[in-house]
């Protein structure tokens, strides 16, 4: 089955540097989604990337897609403590179903 | 709050209870999923609703997870005769159903502990 792949698996930065971090998938999507988990709590959505689309900002975040290479990335500029999360790309299969199928998440820590 | 909703957000029970878990969706979205997380995983999907269909399982929803949308609206998902390897988050989302782009909204979780 497909699954989304982050990378690195672990991330630690100063504040006020940008973040980048990779996700690759196996097989066709419809979208492709990111999405913040604070230790122990829920996942937030932060962004939905179309498969005809290759660029979506939203305030800090920058999110390509390149479907050619199966991969996407996320960009967090001027980072923030609070940014520190696990973040995971989800996709889901294009033609099939709805579920979504994740990584293992990118692990970011801030550090003031 | 309009957001999803679970209850409860912890359960700490004792290996071959049952539990059962409870999912209140954002109003008019069609469609309900559960998924599991274990600890440094990302979610596994368990299963979907649109509307009172439950339209897909993984092969991870075994004969003793089971789940229903009655009405259409909230969700249980009650785990028979319970072990220690169903200690995870429970979490659920829902979304409108559109055919294009459909965002998945998640709750909060509920985090099962088998003793």
């Known amino acids: 089955s497909q699954q989304g792949e982050e990378d690195p698996q672990a991330l630690s930065i100063q504040e006020g540097e940008n973040a980048t971090m990779n996700c690759s998938y196996k097989t066709s999507i419809n979208n492709l989604q990111w999405y913040r988990q604070n230790s122990g709590r829920g996942l937030v959505h932060l962004i939905l990337?179309?498969?005809?689309?290759r660029e979506k900002h939203s305030g800090r975040l920058r999110v390509t897609l390149d479907t050619s290479k199966k991969s996407s990335s996320l960009l967090i500029t001027a980072s923030r403590a609070a940014d520190t999360a696990s973040y995971f790309c989800a996709t889901d299969a294009f033609g099939g179903a709805q579920k979504l199928v994740f990584g293992q998440g990118t692990r970011l820590t801030i550090n003031p | 709050d309009t957001g999803v909703s679970q209850d409860p957000r912890h359960k700490i029970t004792k290996r071959g209870q049952n539990v059962t878990f409870r999912c209140d969706p954002i109003s008019e979205h069609n469609r309900l999923y559960w998924y599991r997380q274990t600890l440094g995983q990302g979610p596994e999907f368990l299963t979907y609703f649109q509307n009172e269909a439950q339209l897909e399982k993984s092969r991870l929803l075994s004969d003793r997870f089971s789940a229903e949308r009655p009405k259409g609206s909230f969700s249980t998902l009650e785990i028979q005769r319970t072990e220690q390897g169903d200690s995870a988050m429970y979490l659920c989302a829902s979304s409108l159903g559109t055919l294009t782009t459909d965002t998945q909204y998640f709750g909060p979780g509920t985090r099962l502990t088998v003793l």
């Open positions: 990337i179309r498969s005809n689309e």
